[in-house]
């Protein structure tokens, strides 16, 4: 079983950057693909990027496409999130998910919290 924890949230006005983080422990972050989703209050859980296991595929949500960026450090066991241009709708509690890439177990973080201010 892997361990994950988010970190890096905070308040930041429309127009900032925030890099999260997703640090893990108890497995080697090689064997998973990864992936960053968000929860923004009264909605569902959103996909928001996903990157495997050597970094060779990347997706994005639209709705982030070519403001966030995805990245992972698999020597640190550590998988990021650059934020830029960030809007009051990015808002949402922002999660971290590894899926085994064989087993397909997935794990999910306790999140960390984005607010946007307008």
């Known amino acids: 079983q892997v361990q994950l924890v988010e970190s890096g949230g905070g308040l930041v006005q429309a127009g900032g950057s925030l890099r999260l983080s997703c640090a893990a422990s108890?497995?080697?972050?090689?064997?998973?693909?990864m992936g960053w989703f968000r929860q923004a209050p009264g909605k569902e859980r959103e996909f928001v990027a996903t990157?495997?296991?050597?970094?060779?595929?990347?997706y994005y949500s639209e709705s982030v496409k070519g403001r966030f960026t995805i990245s992972r450090d698999n020597a640190l066991n550590t998988v990021y999130l650059q934020m830029n241009s960030l809007k009051p709708e990015d808002t949402a509690v922002f999660y971290c998910?590894?899926?085994?890439?064989?087993?397909?177990?997935?794990?999910w973080g306790q999140g960390t919290q984005v607010t946007v201010s307008s």
């Open positions: 998910n590894a899926r085994h890439f064989y087993s397909s177990n997935s794990y």
């Open positions: 108890g497995r080697a972050l090689s064997n998973y693909g």
């Open positions: 990157i495997s296991r050597n970094a060779g595929s990347i």
